[in-house]
């Protein structure tokens, strides 16, 4: 059976059964594009993004100071 005649054949169903039906694509249509993620996967990457804030902040204001000193020496 062709897209086509698929169409046609749904538009000739009661209103009810039309809506059943759209309800029916559009969850069959979010399930499929969400992509799925394992707990696993997202355990692991717990703390990646902590690689520079184990830097207090007197810490980043002395390297800026350092910085702009060298810069303008």
Same mark, same amino acid.
Request: hydrophobic share 35%; no cysteine; net charge positive.
């Given at each position: 059976? /062709?897209?086509? #005649?698929?169409? +046609?054949?749904?538009? !000739? ?10 309800? /029916?694509?559009? #969850?069959?249509? +979010?399930?499929?594009? !969400? ?39």
């Amino acid at each position: 059976m /062709t897209s086509q #005649e698929l169409q +046609k054949q749904a538009l !000739q169903l009661p209103i009810s059964d039309r809506w059943q039906l759209v309800q /029916t694509l559009l #969850e069959s249509l +979010k399930r499929e594009s !969400q992509p799925i993620v394992k707990r696993g996967n997202l355990s692991s990457l717990r703390g990646i993004a902590k690689s520079s804030a184990g830097m207090d902040e007197l810490d980043a204001k002395d390297d800026y100071v350092n910085y702009l000193t060298k810069k303008h020496t």
